[in-house]
């Protein structure tokens, strides 16, 4: 795919992204080395206490303009996170690279930071009204692989603070219908990241050549956010955008079949854990987008050891009839002890329950 007047857009992004850095010779502090065990209850008096430590954005910290090697990028089909919105970027320090890799997620050279802000807009239709940051996580490339922390926004909006232990903060917003909404949105602790990040050991989730395969969103011109990645020189072992196909947008209906779109959703929300390497590795059930294997993908597969988490039904997918399947009831519930998944959400997501039902009425028996 052949991209015309790639030459401006780059420049364009690139000053974008190095706005204010001409006086400003900062820059973010070396990742510190980790433990080789995970999380273990320890800590590191070397980690910086404040998200502004880490010279990420200039200006106003709250409005989240990036700096110099400060990349933002955006994913086809997110986490679900109690309806937060997210401000993704990619820190990678003077000359660090990613790599491509067509499975999986990018390689990082160490030093390089992924920095993800989960935020509520008060009201979600007017993408103009003033927002809340509840939390920003980064995952720190370090020798050994991947640190995870968590910085917690006070209320003034000024800074973050290093938190280690987690959080509950309520939260009300007006979603897109106008109707007032509120969640005890929880900030994990920093044992609770590995269940997610776990592919035998820490790991992203989302920087893969699937999801990232869009549109740059942090531009007007309609590039494509790989290309212009490699055109900015921070993308190594990449050809181009068209010859790989990009992960279904869970909610367009008008370009994706429900079939497609649904096994995008179960992807980024379920198949960090529900995978052959994943923390549910010994359930059996694989819910990666292109798992073939209709018994792994849950149809007519009974549940092992799922206890109340089954909900007494025989399957995880009953072909045409959600209401007798484990998958719906689990989504639909809010029990600690049965939903799914298990943490990063404590109201159901009433689109994304409503995606996998009309899946699974329209999935057929086969014998």
């Not at 692989?145 to 309520?170: D, F, H, R, S």
């Not at 072992?237 to 429900?258: C, E, H, I, K, Q």
Request: glycine share 6%.
């Amino acid at each position: 795919m052949r991209i015309e007047g790639v030459g401006i857009v780059l420049a364009y992004f690139l000053l974008c992204c190095a706005c204010g850095s001409t006086e400003d010779k900062r820059v973010a502090p070396k990742a510190r080395k980790a433990n080789k065990i995970l999380i273990k209850n320890t800590v590191s008096t070397d980690d910086p206490k404040k998200l502004s430590d880490y010279y990420f954005f200039t200006g106003e910290l709250k409005n989240l303009t990036p700096a110099a090697k400060v990349y933002p990028y955006a994913v086809n089909t997110p986490l679900f996170s109690n309806y937060a919105e997210k401000a993704r970027f990619i820190y990678l320090p003077e000359g660090k690279k990613m790599t491509f890799a067509q499975q999986g997620a990018f390689v990082f050279d160490k030093g390089a930071i992924l920095i993800k802000n989960f935020f509520y807009h008060e009201n979600e239709g007017d993408k103009d009204s003033p927002r809340r940051i509840i939390e920003t996580r980064l995952l720190i490339k370090e020798e050994e692989g991947w640190k995870p922390l968590n910085y917690i926004w006070n209320e003034q909006q000024t800074n973050a603070n290093l938190n280690y232990v987690g959080k509950n903060v309520a939260v009300s917003w007006k979603d897109k219908k106008g109707e007032e909404r509120q969640v005890n949105y929880v900030v994990p602790n920093l044992n609770q990241c590995k269940n997610c990040h776990n592919n035998n050991k820490i790991t992203p989730i989302g920087v893969t050549a699937a999801q990232l395969n869009r549109r740059y969103s942090a531009l007007q011109e309609k590039v494509n956010q790989l290309d212009v990645f490699k055109q900015a020189g921070i993308l190594t072992n990449f050809s181009t955008a068209a010859a790989y196909s990009p992960m279904p947008v869970w909610d367009d209906a008008l370009n994706f079949s429900v079939e497609n779109r649904a096994k995008a959703y179960l992807d980024a929300n379920c198949a960090h854990c529900h995978s052959a390497q994943g923390s549910a590795k010994n359930s059996g059930l694989y819910l990666n987008y292109h798992q073939k294997d209709r018994r792994k993908r849950g149809i007519l597969k009974p549940p092992i050891a799922a206890g109340k988490g089954s909900g007494d039904f025989k399957y995880d997918i009953v072909p045409g009839h959600p209401e007798e399947s484990i998958f719906i009831y689990r989504m639909s519930s809010n029990d600690p002890a049965i939903r799914m998944p298990e943490i990063g959400r404590s109201i159901v997501h009433q689109e994304g329950l409503a995606l996998l039902t009309q899946y699974i009425k329209e999935l057929q028996k086969v014998d």
